[in-house]
């Protein structure tokens, strides 16, 4: 089936501690990127990737840092300069103009 | 400035009513894209529609129709003879020609269908 995966779909954090969530696309698109969605609220960019081995920071880059090394694969670190993680995290691809999102991992501060 | 309204923050409906989803947008742009996602409690959004700028033509695909009005500049959903399926959070986006990377979303409107 194609589509894209995201894990784990739940993620518990430490103080301190890098985190890396997981993006899979086999859909064959070229871009890739990652929103972060707190409750309530509409969807925030935090880094995309038209290419591989190329990226772009979004509106709330600060804290992540992402990595394009396959076509496939475009996982996303939440770094410990990220305060506030807590969040709700979707992946997405898009070939041309519409973009289609994977199934996103809460991210959870122990 | 918010490029996407969604002014309705949430809805509550009684079954097989019909109820519309208000989308407004801005932008200086003569090419752009519009969109509709879902997110039903799941969290995964739903692709449901895409228009470009130069097509007003209205769609309907089952019981889902949407009304696209370039003088208003709205882009509004309706959902006809709602279900309890329906409940979720509904996204409307905005992405414009000098970068189609970059999608603009609203703020969702949550629409509760209760049986």
């Known amino acids: 089936d194609g589509g894209i995966t995201q894990s784990p779909k739940y993620l518990f954090r430490k103080e301190g501690q890098n985190v890396t969530l997981s993006c899979e696309q086999n859909l064959n698109h070229d871009a890739m990127y990652w929103y972060r969605q707190d409750p309530g609220q509409g969807l925030r960019l935090i880094y995309y990737?038209?290419?591989?081995?190329?990226?772009q920071k979004g509106d709330i880059a600060e804290g992540y840092s992402v990595s394009r090394e396959k076509k496939e694969s475009f996982p996303l670190t939440v770094t410990s300069a990220q305060k506030n993680p807590t969040a709700f995290y979707l992946c997405?691809?898009?070939?041309?103009?519409?973009?289609?999102f994977g199934p996103g991992t809460r991210l959870l501060v122990l | 400035a918010q490029k996407v309204t969604q002014a309705q923050t949430e809805i509550s409906v009684v079954e097989k009513e019909d109820v519309t989803l208000d989308c407004v947008y801005e932008t200086r742009d003569t090419t752009y894209y519009l969109f509709w996602y879902k997110q039903p409690p799941s969290g995964e959004l739903v692709f449901l529609i895409r228009?470009?700028?130069?097509?007003?033509q209205n769609e309907i695909s089952g019981r889902y129709s949407w009304n696209f009005q370039k003088s208003t500049s709205s882009f509004n959903f309706t959902i006809t003879a709602s279900q309890v399926v329906d409940s979720a959070v509904y996204f409307c986006a905005l992405s414009e020609a000098g970068n189609f990377n970059k999608f603009y979303f609203g703020s969702g409107t949550k629409l509760n269908v209760k049986p």
């Open positions: 997405a691809s898009s070939m041309r103009e519409t973009q289609y």
């Open positions: 990737s038209q290419i591989v081995n190329d990226f």
């Open positions: 228009r470009n700028s130069f097509d007003e």
